[in-house]
């Protein structure tokens, strides 16, 4: 069974400063990884892709990055802003034979101050 | 840019009542997913939906729980005889394969 983990839980950084937010899982066998915000009290907005063949992949100021390996991804946000404020959940995403199943992180909810 | 709807954004219903989660996804998208998120909780994974039957689902998803795309454009979630512990927001997802997940704004189920 997938096991996804997300550390920090919840991680508070002044305004400016680069971070670094991590996720493990235990099961190697993925499709892809995908990185989300949620802002309170509202959906899911996605933030990047990665393929089980990236190692990472980069969209303005956040960079993912995928080890296979050694079960690890890193969403790394730079210049943070008051803006970034917001949970971020990793998740992934099994893809074998035609079935398709989702493992969510328990996520880590930041806070930036201005 | 195309999004994923749901309706309705909150839903009050009486234990032991029937209700149905409505869910529009990204018109080109292939596969569609419901999740739950109970209050404080992570997202947990329901079912998947491929080619008109589920691909996969939890073992949250018993028969209480059912899946439908019932016209080609809307997907249904219903859950019979709710439970007081079948309160949770509810997101409906689509995409999925080689495309990212795009998710709806959710609906908040509250069970009385």
């Known amino acids: 069974k997938q096991e996804v983990t997300q550390i920090p839980a919840a991680l508070s950084v002044p305004e400016g400063e680069n971070l670094v937010l991590n996720c493990s899982f235990t099961d190697s066998a993925i499709y892809n990884l995908q990185w989300f915000r949620q802002d309170p009290g509202k959906g899911l907005t996605s933030l990047l892709l990665i393929q089980s063949s990236q190692r990472e992949q980069t969209s303005g100021r956040l960079n993912a990055s995928l080890d296979k390996s050694s079960g690890r991804s890193t969403l790394y946000i730079a210049a943070s802003q008051p803006g970034d404020s917001a949970t971020y959940l990793c998740a992934l995403l099994l893809y074998s034979g035609g079935y398709q199943k989702v493992t969510f992180g328990t996520g880590t909810k930041l806070q930036v101050i201005p | 840019e195309p999004e994923v709807t749901q309706t309705p954004s909150h839903q009050v219903t009486q234990m032991g009542q029937e209700v149905i989660l409505r869910c529009v996804p990204i018109s080109n998208h292939l596969y569609f997913y419901w999740y739950r998120q109970i209050l404080g909780q992570k997202v947990e994974f329901l079912v998947s939906f491929y080619n008109n039957e589920i691909s996969e689902k939890s073992e949250i998803f018993d028969d209480q729980f059912s899946v439908e795309r019932p016209d080609g454009s809307n997907f249904t979630l219903k859950i019979r005889s709710t439970k007081l512990e079948d309160s949770a927001m509810y997101f409906c997802?689509?995409?999925?394969?080689?495309?990212?997940?795009?998710f709806g704004d959710g609906t908040r189920l509250s069970i009385l």
């Open positions: 997802a689509s995409g999925g394969g080689n495309q990212p997940q795009h």
